[in-house]
């Protein structure tokens, strides 16, 4: 081992794609922290779209955001090297948070589809690259440690970012937090470019083997199979059942599309030999089990921010009313009548106070649980703020202004016990290590899945704490707690993922393996996505979260059921488990 390496001390290299990430992460999660709050908002200049529609396409983006960095990997390690993918792909993301900035629907999927473009360029290629700059064996000890200090400045960027989006939605508007996204990415490419040079010796493309697969054939056998899936997951279901199987139609294309890059994976380990056989059968069974971690972990913009929005009360303190207010981090709701957007075709007539909650068909359903049929095309629609649809009427501020802390806001919670969080647990496991007593990076996996089922049961306790979700709000100290349980298995999960597929994948397939290790948490997404549109299907909510719970408990199961193969695969790739 180098004395570097014996010190700790990590290269220059490490510190650049630190602020990198750190600033693309900044973008990309002030983007989707209110993503989902813009396209159902009906009061402050938003989309208006119902939430179902809204859950659909952020479900739909995190899938697709998340799916393309196999794309993305394929075409850096065959053609474009890694930093030429890195600049591409943060350019055509900086193009897309410009666009979200600019009113209408056709700038509105436009942006979308060029983060989802960009984003298959750049994330997967910037982790690639810092494994690469660890592959030397005197600095491999050091590579978990790397991995997390890296993950740590990923959310620093996701911590910061939503006290932007806050002042600037509040005090400016919608567009003028999309834009703030594009500037943080901007700045994060300028960091990399004028310290190109101590990056630039780790991007080294891996010859292409006999026995891997031509580009042009991976499009041909991958690529237009799945388009081809797609089309018929949009049409078929629909035409021989009558109805959709995952709830959309665009649910049901992702799954078909899914399954042609899933069985090219397939296929590489059944073509692998000898320790890459291994190696790619340990990741496959990683990923399949990670889609369940991904699944609880986007409900960060999903699920949870449904809670925070409707079932949290978000009032504050009056000092800080007077700290948070007076620097544009507090939203003004009150119970005045307003205008609603109207749903479909029709207008629902809720002046006697009953708000309606939710629509299904030409039918409206009000807070006490009563269909209102919105046939009759009222020209007027007026009712409350949303946030005071699940309040009793008579805790309502009588037309009085009330600031709340805004929605996104809590979203910084999560990315703020990361860094704290890591802060505790790097040096932890220094002092582990150096005792030899470090657990295994497979065993630390298994723990963080158990883990992450434990936060989605605090949420099962945070239900359990009012009389009904329907009629009161539950304490923020329940996020506060799901968020700090789910934290700690993100430090052992996350970092830890990136970190393995570096140990185990073939040299040559690198970045490849890293675009399936980001197709789980695409599918984790779109799963995240799917169970919200169906939120208010869940007439108890607990069975909502008690799904996630279950699910986590099976998969720490099946990884500590292989967890010695895992560790002995492991120790003759690296050295170590």
């Known amino acids: 081992m180098s004395e570097q390496a014996k010190l700790g ?21 002030l983007m989707v922290g209110i993503l989902f709050l813009y396209l159902i908002d009906t009061t402050t200049g938003g989309k208006g779209f119902s939430q179902n529609i809204g859950a659909d396409i952020v479900g739909s983006f995190i899938a697709l955001v998340y799916l393309t960095p196999f794309i993305g990997g394929l075409i850096a390690d065959r053609i474009l090297g890694y930093t030429k993918s890195i600049f591409l792909g943060g350019s055509l993301m900086a193009l897309g948070y410009f666009c979200l900035s600019v009113p209408g629907n056709t700038a509105l999927f436009s942006g979308l589809a060029m ?3 960009g984003n298959g360029f750049f994330k997967p290629n910037i982790s690639t690259l810092l494994g690469n700059i660890y592959n030397r064996p005197d600095l491999q000890p050091l590579k978990d440690n790397a991995y997390n200090i890296f993950y740590m400045g990923i959310n ?11 002042y600037l939605r509040n005090e400016y508007g919608w567009g003028y937090a999309f834009a703030a996204a594009g500037v943080g990415l901007v700045i994060g490419m300028i960091i990399l470019a004028i310290n190109l040079k101590s990056v630039k010796y780790a991007d080294i493309k891996k010859p292409v083997q006999a026995e ?42 992702f799954i078909f599309a899914c399954l042609p890059i899933i069985a090219f994976y397939v296929s590489l380990y059944v073509k692998a030999q000898g320790a890459d056989k291994k190696g790619i059968g340990s990741l496959l069974f990683i990923f399949a089990i990670s889609i369940v971690f991904w699944t609880i972990y986007n409900q960060n913009s999903t699920g949870l921010t449904l809670w925070a929005q409707k079932h949290t009360d978000r009032t504050v303190s009056s000092t800080t009313e007077k700290i948070a207010g007076s620097i544009g981090f507090l939203e003004t709701v009150n119970d005045s009548p307003r205008l609603v957007n109207k749903v479909n075709e029709y207008m629902i007539d809720v002046s006697d106070n009953s708000p309606v909650v939710s629509t299904e068909g030409k039918y409206g359903l009000t807070a006490d649980g009563n269909k209102i049929d919105t046939a009759t095309k009222i020209v007027q629609v007026m009712g409350p703020d949303p946030y005071y649809n699940n309040v009793p009427k008579e805790e309502w501020p009588q037309g009085k202004d009330v600031k709340l802390a805004n929605t996104e806001l809590f979203q910084s919670i999560n990315p703020l016990f990361i860094v704290l969080l890591t802060l505790f647990f790097v040096p932890f496991f220094d002092w582990l290590r150096k005792r030899n007593k470090e657990p ?13 089922g434990l936060s989605a049961l605090v949420m099962v306790f945070a239900i359990m704490s009012v009389p009904s979700i329907y009629g009161f709000k539950a304490a923020p100290a329940w996020l506060w707690g799901t968020y700090f349980v789910f934290t700690i298995s993100e430090i052992f999960l996350s970092p830890i993922g990136l970190s393995l597929v570096s140990k185990l994948a073939p040299a040559r397939l690198t970045s490849l393996m890293m675009g399936g290790w980001f197709l789980s948490t695409s599918i984790g997404g779109k799963v995240a996505g799917v169970m919200t549109s169906f939120w208010d299907d869940f007439t108890d909510k607990k069975i909502f979260f008690l799904i996630l719970v279950i699910a986590a408990f099976i998969g720490g199961i099946l990884i500590f059921s292989r967890i010695n193969s895992m560790n002995q695969i492991l120790k003759d790739k690296t050295g170590s488990a």
Request: hydrophobic share 60%; net charge positive; proline share 6%.
């Open 156 to 166: 620093i960027g996701a911590f910061v970012c939503n006290f932007v989006a806050a």
């Open 115 to 117: 983060i989802i473009v």
């Open 9 to 29: 001390k990590h290269p220059k290299a490490l510190y650049i794609l630190f602020f990198t990430e750190m600033w693309e992460r900044f973008a990309y999660y």
């Open 440 to 452: 295994t990076t497979a065993t630390i996996f298994g723990m963080a899945l158990f883990i992450s």
């Open 212 to 253: 891997d697969m031509p580009l042009s054939k991976i499009f041909s056998y991958v690529f237009l199979p799945a388009i081809i899936a797609a089309v018929i997951g949009w049409i078929v279901p629909t035409k021989i059942f009558g109805t959709t199987l995952m709830g959309t139609p665009a649910n049901d294309a």
